[in-house]
């Protein structure tokens, strides 16, 4: 099970931290990933990263604001946001890619959900 927490309401320019906590297993085989789903809009991927955090990805739109880390001996995968701009406003959720792995960048290849934080950026 997957628990995503730390979203809320930021200013423009603010910064987050959310965190994906696993429980009931390790996630220290999974590639993880955060998508984020803003209202009337398909759901995203805006950040991945392999099971050993060697290697991560970011689209564009959040490439150089945005940063995944994970601590497997914490069971833990983080999304750390900054200089936050409105339209990142969605609720955002924390998904893994069990073995054997896809690309981890598209959503059908990620096995396992967690229940979504809401961030909303304020203007």
């Known amino acids: 099970q997957l628990q995503a927490s730390g979203g809320g309401l930021v200013q423009a320019g603010g910064s987050l931290r959310l965190s994906c906590a696993a429980s009931g297993g390790t996630i220290s085989t999974y590639h993880m990933g955060w998508f984020r789903q803003a209202p009337g809009k398909e759901r995203e991927l805006v950040a991945a990263v392999t099971w050993s955090g060697g290697s991560t990805y970011y689209p564009d739109s959040v490439q150089g604001r945005f940063t995944i880390s994970r601590d497997n001996a914490k069971n833990t995968v983080y999304l750390q946001m900054s200089s936050l701009k409105p339209e990142d406003t969605a609720v955002y959720y924390c998904?893994?890619?069990?073995?054997?792995?896809?690309?981890?960048?598209?959503?059908?290849?990620?096995?396992?959900w967690g229940q979504g934080t809401l961030v909303t950026v304020s203007s």
């Open positions: 998904a893994a890619d069990l073995p054997p792995y896809g690309t981890s960048r598209r959503l059908w290849e990620y096995d396992y």
